[in-house]
Every structure is written in C-alpha cells, then in structure tokens.
C-alpha cells in the first residue's frame, strides 16, 4: 500500500521500493545514525551492535536459503565455522586478512553446496536431518583436521594505518559489509534469482514446469547462503581474534532459525527484526539472570541454575508464542504498523 | 583367534545394547510420526525428562527403584498432557513445519526446566536389576542390558498390538496424512494426536529412566534423541519394528567404530558415524528399510 | 478449398507406463499437428492426464519415444522440456499460493531473463531494464485474459474460477509454441465455461488489439486440450482423440467421434 496521494505512472515506479523522497529521507539519516553511533555510546552497546551486525548477516544467508528458498537449514552455524576457521587458517599462513576473510565466505559456500547436494532428493524435514548431520559432521572435521580442538589465533584486524582491535573500530568494518550485502541480498529478491527461490518453496512442480531448474536454484541457494554465513563467521573470529568451535553449536543454528522464524520468513527485514530481537532477549537473559538469582533462596538449585537456563526458558517462549501469535513474524506486524499508519485520516490532509 | 574375538564381542556387546537404548528410543519418535505426522524434534529431551523423574523418585524420596519407575511414567504422562495442551493442539492444522519449530521449543523448555530443578550436574539412580550378568567368551552381558531388553520388546510388542487390534489405529494413521480431512470425517483429531503424543512421549520417557539406572542422566544426553531419530529413519518412519533393526545397525556400527577406527583418527569417529549412516541412508533410501515410498502426484 | 498439410508438432510414438503394476497408458501413438486444437476426451482415469505429464516430462514412461523438434522428450527434466517451448496447465492448479497475480506470472517469465548472479545482485542497470520490460509482457497478458481487478491479489486467496485463468496466464507468459490444457473447464458454470471458450480461442488465433508483446498477437497455434465437456470440444476441437482404460480407442474429427460406436460404448457403457 502506497502512502496517501503517490500514484505509480510507469512500471519502474511500480518496482521502486524506495517510492517517495521522505523514504529517501528516513534511509539516510539512518545510515547517519548507524555510522555516528561510536560517538555517543560505550563500549560495551558498540560490542553489543557488533555483535547484532554479525548475526545479521548471517540471518540475511539464512533467509535467503530456508525463508526465501524454503530449504530448512538446522547447520547454519557450521558454515559460519567453516568461515571462521578458514579466515583465521589462511590468515595464520600470511595471507592478507580481507582475502582470507572471502574466501572464506567462498569455502564455506562451496561446503554448502556439498551439503545441499542431497536437496534434490529429499525435501522438508528429511532435509533439515540432513542439515542437521551436516551441522555434527562439520563440527567434527573442523576439530579433528583444522585445529578445531584448540582454535586458531587472529592478530587485530588492520586497514591502511588503522588497528580495528577495540569494537568501536569493528563497527565500521561489519556496518560496510552489512550494508553491501543487504543491498545484494534484496537486489536478489527483486529479480529472476529471488523468484526463482519462492518459486521453488511455494511449489517445486509448478517451478519446473516454469522452466525454472528447481535442483540447480536450490544449490545455489545453498551457496549464497552459505557464503554470507561463512562471512559473518570470519568477521566474528576477525572481532575475537580467535576462532573457535563454541559460538558454532546445533544451539547456535537452532537460534539463527528462530531469528528467521521470529523475524518473518521470506522477508529481508526480517533478519533485521529478528537478529536485533534475538540478541536483545538473549542479552536481557543475561542481565537479569544474576539480579533474578539473588532474589531466590541462596545455594538452592534453582538459583544456581538461572544463568544457564533462562536463555533456554526465554529462547522456548519466544519461539513458541510467535508460532501460534505471530507466524508471519515482526515484518509482518511492522508492515501492519506500517499500513494502518498510512489509512490514518490525516494522511488525507 | 580367541582373543580377537573376545575383541570383536567387547566392542559388539556395548554397541547392541546401546543399540536396543537407541531403538526404544527411536520408537517414541515414530509412535509420534505414525499417528500425527508430526516430527518430533524435543526427542531427546523427553528422554532425559524421563531420567529426571525417576531419580526424583528413587533419590530425592528414597523409594524403590521399581515403585520409583512407577510413579515416574505416571508424573510423564502427566508432563505429556500438559505439553501436549500448550505446544501441539494450538497448532493442529497447519503446516507440519510449525509443529517440528514448535517442538525444539519444547525442548528448550524442557532442558530449562531441567536446569532449574535439578542443576547441570551428573545425577544417579540405582541399577533396576541385579549387577553381573551371562559370559559369553570372556565378555559380560549384563543383567540389566538383558532386561532393558527385555522391557524394549515388551513395550514393542505392546504397542505393535495396540496399533493393529484397536480403533485408534486406523485413525491415527488417518492424521498422520492430513489432519484436516481427518478432522472432516468426525475422526476427534485433538484426542487422538493428545493420545499419541502421550505414548511416544512415555516410551522416550521410559527409555530414558533404563538408560540413566544403566548409566547416568544429564541434560547433554538429550543430543541422543538426534541419534533417536536417525535410527528411527533408518528403519523406516512408518514402521515400529523397524526402530529394532535401525538400533541394532547402529549400536553396532558405534561399537565397531569406536574400537577399531577411533584410535586412528582424530576426534570421536563414534558418535559422528551414526549422523554419517543417516546421511547416506536419506541420500540413497530416504524412507528407510521398512517405511514407505511416495510418489508425487501432479 | 486449399487443404494445407498440418505438421507434425510432437510425436508420441508407442509410449507405455506403469505404475508399479498398473498400466496406466498402453502403446500410445499420437501426432500432435501445428496450427490445431487437438482434443484428448475420455473417462476419467482413462490416462489423459498421465499422457500430458509424460509429454511434460514429470513421469517417465517405460517404452516408446515422445519426439519434440527432433528431440526424445522422454528423460530430459521437465524444466528443460519447458524451455524447448511446451507450456502447460495443471487439473489440479498447481499455483504459487502464497503469491500475487502478478508474480506468478512473472515467475513464468524466468526463461526469457537473462541476468545472472552477478547482475541480480547489483540489480540497477541491466537486471532492472529487463525486470521492466517483463512487467509489460505481464501486464499486456492480464488485460488479455481480463484479470486486472486482481493483479495483486494473492492467488490463495481467489475463488476457483479466477485461479484457472491466473493459470492460464502463466503458461501464456511461458511464450509456449506448444499449450497443453488439462481440464479447463472443470468445475465452471455455463457462463464462465463460455468464457474460458472465448479465451482459448483468442489465444489459438491471436489477439486483434495489436500488443507489444508479438506472440499474443500470433497466438499459439498448438493447443492440446484434455477435457470433460463434450460440448466445448465438439465446438473448437478440430481433431479429437478418445482414451480409454490408458489405450487410445478412436481419433478423428468432431463428426466421425460423435458416431463412434466404440466412443460410445466407453462413455455411456455397452448393453450386456
């Protein structure tokens, strides 16, 4: 729905997404914003949008290939792992740190392929099975061939004269890429490629009676996404200075799906919503699991046990609520938002 | 030659009986799969819980290990309502990928709760049967192996005739294929897939109280739900006894790995092997030795 | 009169199938000729939708060749057979529900876009030059099948009779040389049958509004029409072949048919 008076006259307009010049307004200043956050914030939020940044662009990967392509994928974790661990074992051998970190994103594509590989065959939840050997297979490789079992130092990222070891730094660095790659992950939806992959999810049948190669559009959904987890995970072990097999568990993939899930499948805003809303539960979980600790009898299991739980108990929750409340997911209530802002009556004036 | 069969046997004797854990495991999947459909991601989970319960009863009350089992599978089927009621009847209708979402939010919960009432820590529970056991050429069978299977088959015998002599049978493989026709033929869908839940859910819960009075329970042991399912694949979805011949192979593949290629290789080969078998097994025959084919229609 | 000679478009030559152990179709031998409406009637499970699949490539028959533009079809995935020109529609809709009009019909204009990877991802520039002109070859099909009111509607949520020509749209959008329609008429009402006629029609001879898009107003001159309503295909069939129990039982014009004995007798059943 098109905002009060804007009228479409020709078919480029109709394809536009940003239709009027306040658009253009609202998109600029916040890339203003994002990019002048370091000025008024500490060190520790600038972690935390770090942080946010990362998992955005892996969620984007992981929407492209299971929201957009329907290729429910349970290992996106593990390809951020083949990512870190390729990053930090090339950059160990001397090559420069910008390179390793593609073609780490490449390895870890070429692995996803690899593992897609049996997505013309089997569908849904065999696949997600799939996915799931996948995510303990990598896992297992990666510790037992590529120094998994003791990880592999990074040295901090430098460009030009710049030392990017501290987050403020980083920032910059993941609000680039993040920025690129959101363009490309949207500029994909909007053309032959992004059909092609609903297409495959909405009714792998009637694709190939399209014409469209529904086996080759899966692996190469497998790819893309799998390049942009593989990024994401050489950008976090270039953040730590270290990679490491603990951020890239089955916990962790199941996470990244929910972010897909709660944040509104099919949608490229969606990774947004869904990685700030994520990571900011899992935050508060972590602030306020020690303040709730206090509260209840000192020594008692239940105390003890707060930390470690109430991710699990917020995780469960929030996933749980959404399916039966929300199953479109944020986008969807933000679109709401959005168009009941827009049939308000001053719109009219 | 002796000794290189008492090798054989000290590696094949484990993986059988960890097989027959896998197996009754595996049939709690496939109770669920074969009356609604749905798949089952929380396995594991409800396989600890089961553990859980039982020390609850037999440490934390002091009462016998049998008396214990007992009150355990009463309190399951209890937790089974409850869950059932919150996570699977809001969703009954829609597509079965909700259902499977839904259910790995069950398992955080669970493991949450786990946590919460019991902390992260190794708990014990007394062997159900005596220790010692049969020899068989210098290697023991243990009493309690042997009883869990025992129990297993029961179980499986129990539930392969429950399945075929009763009215629910053919009703809950009514669901599995599409719960709103079912819903559209009179057939009580909310009670039927309630009814079904509970049985998978108690079978896991069972197989996890024999494994935790053999072994140990905690929480990290829910990853065994994953090898749950893979046998439960192997032997074909639709099939109950299949869950046997899925366990046995890879009890027995876990055990001859871990003896004769673990030692070589990096890392634990074992538990990768089974997630490596179901891998070939949905590359090659995804509906497994005794499940069935579908074909597409357009 | 100048009788042209029809040729052979596709030639179904001796093709068999089974299922398991049902034969489904027996030796069929069919010539599908260019410049024609060919009707294929039958009762149901007589194997008529069976035959489009096997020409459309979603089952592969066990003996016989089915041979398009030199080529045996039988074997090559279905997408494939799509872009050698063979358009189709499905019995039983096989829509993208969740889409709009709008985009199911520009999903069918995927064989005409040429923009890779690369050029998608960068989108402005040739990607959007071709996403326009495709947009217009969208747009000219919905005012010919009259489905403006709906372009952005989401197809799931339509009633039955405008997701067949929603259908019908998208195998147009596929510039088919070739149409195969699967029981258009299934489920319609006297008005809305005559409708659909009418549509097929100008499809078959081409439009007189003068489009951009060429081959609307060409209009594909291969159709092959399975359907139930005898009195839609004695109207515009010119050729009609009969199944029966998967075997091809008669062919011919809509006259010979219609005093077809064994036509008959398949269709009302025989005296005992």
Redesign the interface.
Same mark, same amino acid.
């Given at each position: 729905m098109l905002p009060c008076g804007i009228r479409n006259v020709s078919y480029a307009d109709q394809l536009a997404i940003i239709r009027t010049p306040l658009q253009w307004v609202y998109l600029i200043v916040a890339l203003v914003f994002a990019f002048c956050l370091p000025l008024f914030s500490n060190s520790y939020l600038m972690t935390f949008m770090v942080y946010v940044g990362i998992t955005i662009i892996s969620a984007l990967g992981l929407m492209l290939l299971s929201g957009y392509c329907g290729q429910v994928s349970m290992g996106h974790a593990a390809f951020m792992m083949v990512g870190a661990f390729t990053t930090a074992n090339l950059n160990a051998i001397g090559i420069n740190f910008f390179l390793a970190l593609i073609l780490g994103a490449l390895v870890s594509a070429g692995v996803g392929v690899i593992f897609g590989l049996p997505s013309g065959k089997i569908k849904d939840f065999y696949l997600v099975l799939s996915t799931i050997a996948a995510q303990f297979i990598i896992s297992y490789v990666i510790i037992g061939w590529f120094k998994g079992d003791v990880g592999v130092h990074i040295p901090a990222v430098q460009i030009g004269g710049w030392t990017l070891d501290h987050a403020e730094g980083y920032w910059y660095l993941v609000l680039t890429v993040l920025i690129i790659m959101t363009f490309v992950a949207k500029s994909i939806t909007r053309t032959k490629i992004g059909r092609a992959f609903v297409a495959v999810r909405d009714n792998d049948i009637a694709a190939e009676a399209m014409g469209i190669n529904t086996y080759g559009y899966k692996l190469l959904a497998f790819a893309i996404g799998c390049f942009y987890a593989g990024l994401a995970g050489g950008l976090w072990a270039g953040f730590i200075n270290f990679a490491t097999v603990d951020h890239y568990s089955l916990v962790d993939s199941i996470w990244y799906l929910a972010i897909v899930i709660v944040g509104g499948v099919g949608t490229i805003t969606g990774a947004f919503f869904g990685s700030i809303f994520i990571r900011g539960i899992k935050e508060i979980s972590y602030i306020i699991a020690p303040w709730i600790g206090n509260m209840l009898p000192a020594g008692s299991a239940l105390a003890d046990g707060i930390t470690l739980s109430l991710p699990y108990l917020f995780f469960g929750t929030v996933l749980v609520l959404f399916i039966i409340y929300e199953p479109r997911g944020l986008a969807h209530r933000w679109e709401i938002l959005k168009e009941s802002g827009r049939l308000w009556p001053w719109g009219y004036w | 030659m002796e000794t290189q069969i008492t090798q054989l046997l000290t590696y094949i004797i484990p993986g059988i009986s960890k097989g027959l854990v896998y197996a009754l495991i595996a049939l709690g999947f496939v109770v669920i799969y074969k009356c609604t459909g749905i798949f089952n991601l929380a396995l594991g989970e409800m396989m600890v819980v089961g553990g859980y319960v039982l020390y609850y009863f037999a440490v934390q009350l002091g009462l016998s290990v049998w008396i214990a089992l007992i009150l355990a599978v009463i309190t399951v089927v209890i937790i089974g309502v409850i869950t059932n009621r919150l996570f699977i009847r809001p969703l009954i209708g829609q597509a079965p990928m909700t259902m499977v979402i839904s259910t790995l939010a069950l398992g955080a919960i669970i493991i949450a709760s786990i946590i919460l009432l019991w902390g992260s820590q190794t708990l014990y529970v007394p062997k159900l049967f005596p220790d010692g056991g049969i020899t068989i050429m210098g290697s023991v069978l243990q009493w309690n192996y042997l009883g869990f299977g025992l129990v297993s088959l029961v179980i499986l015998v129990g539930l392969l005739l429950f399945f075929r002599y009763s009215r629910f049978g053919l009703s809950m493989m009514a669901i599995s294929e599409d719960q709103q026709s079912a819903q559209a033929l009179g057939i009580s869908v909310k009670n039927i897939i309630q009814m079904a839940w509970i049985l998978g859910f108690v079978t896991a819960a069972i197989g996890g109280m024999m494994l935790t009075s053999l072994t140990s329970v905690q929480y990290g042991q829910s990853v065994m739900g994953l090898i749950g399912i893979a046998v439960a694949i192997l032997g074909g979805l639709q099939s109950l006894g299949g869950v046997i011949i899925g366990g046995l192979i890879i009890g027995l593949i876990q055990g001859l790995v871990s003896g004769y290629l673990d030692p070589y290789m990096p890392g634990s080969l074992q538990d990768v092997s089974a997630y490596i078998v179901m891998m070939i097994i949905l590359l090659f025959r995804p509906h497994g030795f005794f499940g069935w084919e579908r074909i597409e229609r357009v | 009169m100048i009788q042209v000679e029809k040729q052979t478009k596709i030639k179904v030559d001796k093709i068999s199938l089974s /299922?398991g152990g049902a034969m489904v179709l027996t030796d069929i031998e069919l010539d599908i000729k260019d410049n024609e409406i060919c009707a294929i009637i039958g009762p149901n499970g007589s194997g008529k939708?069976c035959l489009l699949?096997c020409i459309?490539? /979603?089952?592969k028959p066990q003996q016989g060749q089915i041979i398009y533009k030199g080529k045996n079809l039988i074997g090559l995935?279905?997408?494939k057979i799509?872009?050698m020109g063979i358009?189709?529609t499905?019995q039983?809709l096989?829509?993208?529900?969740?889409?709009s009009t709008l985009?199911n019909l520009?999903?069918?204009?995927?064989?005409f876009?040429k923009?890779g990877?690369l050029?998608?991802?960068?989108?402005f520039g040739p990607?959007?030059h071709?996403?326009?002109k495709h947009?217009?070859v969208v747009?000219e099909i919905i005012d010919f099948l009259e489905i403006e009111p709906i372009r952005n509607r989401i197809v799931g949520d339509l009633p039955y009779g405008l997701r067949k020509r929603v259908e019908l749209g998208?195998a147009l959008a596929?510039e088919p040389e070739v149409l195969l329609v699967d029981e258009p008429m299934a489920g319609m009402n006297l008005e809305e049958k005559e409708d659909l006629t009418r549509f097929l029609l100008d499809i078959h001879m081409g439009t007189e509004f003068g489009y951009e898009s060429e081959f609307l107003n060409r209009g594909v001159k291969c159709i092959v029409l399975v359907e139930h309503d005898m009195g839609v295909v004695m109207d515009i069939a010119e050729r009609i072949t009969v199944f029966d129990f998967g075997r091809k039982i008669a062919e011919g014009t809509p006259n010979e048919i219609r005093g077809d004995e064994r036509v008959i007798n398949a269709y009302l059943g025989e005296e005992i």
């Open positions: - | - | /299922f939708t699949n459309s490539g /979603f089952y995935p279905p997408h799509t872009t358009g189709r499905f039983n096989e829509l993208f529900t969740g889409l985009d520009r999903a069918a204009r995927h064989l876009i923009s990877l050029a998608s991802s960068i989108y990607a959007h071709e996403e326009i947009m217009r747009e998208r596929l």
